[in-house]
């Protein structure tokens, strides 16, 4: 992201110059007292009233006078850059956390997670609210997207999320092979959250068909994990009673556990969704 604040290097104004007494060759000597034989103690910078004693001239006091004006230099000089560098600082760190929240946001939907989007949407938005001042809600994530999209490559939010995310029915059926545990939310549900508007019909179908497969599968392999065991225990000699009314049973145990299942991720989807 350019600098939009456009804030250039400190140019330093007449009394930021550097040290104005480095050195006792730089006094110029032709403004010297004639009269004085051209002694070096004689005449003394111009402006620069010259310490006396008496009718003649300290030459202890003129040097003390000479460092302390080139040590009040050198700490005015050292207290300017560092209020500039704290200038800096406030003016640009709010953009600075701006750039480092969009990066974030951007890693969380390269990464398809979309479970924690949300909440990197949210950090994103508050920096730029931070970095912006006062605002409405609507003003603020107008601009936080206008932002992403320039700092983005002219790619917005939503094609992002769309880009990186399952579709529709495959979150739906990756929410239910995992019971509810992962994949509550699908990219259209971000999308939804990012612009403030519904969830397409269609989509919501989709998501719900993949929610009942996801079930389906979980119930399969279930049944068929339950009808394994029985065999592995009669190959082993085993014939205990139990066994054999769990494998009786199987089909509805499957059943049940598709259910749960579907029941499960539609449960948590829906609450991620709020």
């Known amino acids: 992201m350019t600098d939009t604040l456009n804030i250039g ?26 009269l004085m034989g051209g002694s070096i103690f004689g005449g003394g910078f111009v402006g620069s009233p010259m310490p006396m004693l008496g009718f003649g001239y300290n030459p202890q006091q003129y ?20 209020m500039n560098r704290n200038a800096d600082m406030k003016v640009n760190a709010s953009m600075e956390a701006v750039k480092g929240a969009a990066t974030a946001l951007k890693d969380k939907i390269i ?42 490559g002219g790619v917005t939010l939503t094609q992002d999320l769309r880009q ?22 699908s990219a259209e549900d971000n999308v939804s959250y990012t612009t403030n508007s519904p969830v397409a019909t269609g989509e919501k179908v989709n998501q719900n068909l993949g929610r009942l ?26 014939t205990g009673g139990k066994m054999a009314t769990i494998v009786k049973k199987a089909g509805p145990i499957a ?8 029941l499960l991720s539609f449960i948590t989807g829906s609450k991620a969704s709020k």
């Open 213 to 238: 497969t996801g079930a389906g599968v979980v119930g399969g392999a279930t049944y068929g994990a339950v009808k394994g065991l029985g065999a592995l225990t009669a190959k082993a000699g085993s």
């Open 9 to 34: 290097a400190f140019t330093p104004g007449i009394y930021s110059s550097p040290y104005m007494f480095d050195d006792i060759d730089i006094m110029d000597f032709s403004s010297m007292n004639s």
């Open 63 to 82: 040097y003390d006078y000479m460092k302390q004006n080139q040590q009040f230099s050198v700490n005015y000089n050292i207290d300017q850059q560092k």
């Open 111 to 152: 990464k398809n997670e979309q479970d924690q989007i949300k909440e990197a949407y949210d950090k994103y938005v508050a920096a730029v609210a931070a970095a912006y001042g006062d605002g409405n809600p609507q003003e603020i994530q107008a601009r936080a997207k206008s932002l992403y999209t320039q700092m983005n």
């Open 255 to 262: 059943l049940c556990v598709a259910a749960g299942a579907a």
């Open 164 to 185: 990186y995310g399952h579709g529709s029915f495959t979150q739906g059926m990756l929410q239910s092979l995992t019971l509810g545990t992962y994949y509550k939310n």
